[in-house]
């Protein structure tokens, strides 16, 4: 259970969102069942990124499992959830992302996180919800944070349609009237436009925790602004467990050392340009490109392995990009691909 009351939760994120939040997807493996191979759940392989992610220096880790069934949460999700909490002892903050296809699935998603002992969730709106006004839309979060007692993180973005509603696709007055609620404690916003990012910022500031994924924007969030946490994305990519520069970056901002901080942004530079020239435009058409996340974090210390459907292409073209804007940032990546495609603790 958490450690705070709901009437706490944003006393509590104000002291303990500091720093970066990355993504932990479950890692997989194929076995045989029956008259077939099938993918499992492959429990080395998450306890081996759960620890990952803690050499990486990141304050927390969103651990993002989408679209399950609810006929399936007592088998796919509970159990990735247990093996995470049982790993992380408490070294890392935990925050579910709540991103299911229907409200009741919603609720029972929240549900099991906080069983389950996480410190947090994250929620985005279902992709099938198409409400009729931003009323409609604000109700909806409502009540998933109404039927938790767990710190909420709000997920403002362009990716669910209420373009109609505002012409920055998520009205900065419906992020004002969120922030409201008692225990949604922070926001990642994800509408890629500044204007809206820092609009938002001086309405609701005050009231809870908000960043920017951009890397490129973080300067001037933390600078000037006050943002004191980054996430998540597969920041990893950008860093290893062993010269976690990303995380130094944003410390030294933090500490307002800016000369230092803005050293390592232009060393890691090459990294950072492929990370936004491959996964911005994905992001931006409302998709997550999974398989490419789990690549590019794979050749930077994560597990890898397989990815269900439905998810992009990963091409060689691709690959070649990623592993060279390592290289020139100073980083070698993992080696040999095949291993990715099975996992770093199934192919050892």
């Not at 579910?96 to 389950?116: F, G, S």
């Not at 009237?177 to 990642?188: S, T």
């Not at 009231?207 to 951009?214: A, E, W």
């Not at 290893?240 to 307002?256: A, C, K, Q, W, Y």
Request: some cysteine; charged content about 25%.
């Amino acid at each position: 259970m958490a450690i705070y009351k709901k009437a706490e939760a944003k006393e509590w994120a104000r002291e303990k969102f500091r720093g970066i939040e990355n993504v932990l997807m479950p890692s997989l493996r194929e076995a045989n069942l029956g008259q077939g191979r099938m993918l499992f759940l492959d429990e080395a392989g998450v306890r081996h990124d759960v620890n990952t992610c803690v050499q990486h220096g990141f304050f927390s880790t969103t651990v993002g499992i989408e679209g399950v069934p609810i006929m399936l949460h007592e088998t796919v999700i509970r159990p990735f959830y247990q093996v995470v909490k049982d790993e992380a002892k408490d070294r890392i903050l935990l925050d579910a992302y709540i991103c299911n296809n229907t409200m009741d699935e919603q609720l029972n998603n929240v549900k099991i996180a906080e069983e389950e002992g996480f410190d947090c969730v994250m929620v985005a709106f279902s992709p099938s919800f198409c409400p009729r006004t931003e009323r409609e839309a604000y109700e909806y979060f409502e009540r998933i944070c109404d039927s938790t007692d767990l710190a909420v993180v709000a997920y403002p973005s362009h990716k669910y349609n209420f373009e109609r509603f505002h012409p920055s696709r998520f009205s900065p007055a419906l992020v004002d009237q969120i922030a409201e609620i008692e225990n949604v404690v922070a926001m990642k916003l994800g509408v890629s436009d500044i204007s809206h990012n820092l609009e938002c910022i001086r309405l609701s500031g005050r009231k809870v925790m908000l960043n920017t994924p951009v890397v490129s924007w973080w300067p001037l969030f933390v600078l000037e602004l006050g943002v004191q946490w980054a996430g998540s994305a597969p920041y990893d990519y950008m860093q290893t467990p062993d010269n976690p520069r990303l995380v130094e970056h944003f410390n030294l901002l933090l500490d307002g050392k800016m000369k230092e901080a803005m050293e390592l942004y232009w060393a890691m530079s090459p990294a950072r340009d492929t990370f936004e020239a491959f996964i911005m435009p994905m992001v931006e058409t409302g998709n997550y490109n999974i398989m490419h996340w789990k690549y590019m974090t794979w050749l930077t210390g994560m597990n890898g392995g397989p990815v269900p459907l439905s998810t992009a292409r990963l091409y060689e073209h691709e690959k070649a990009r990623y592993r060279d804007g390592l290289i020139r940032s100073g980083i070698s990546p993992r080696e040999p691909d095949e291993e990715f495609y099975v996992g770093r603790v199934n192919y050892r």
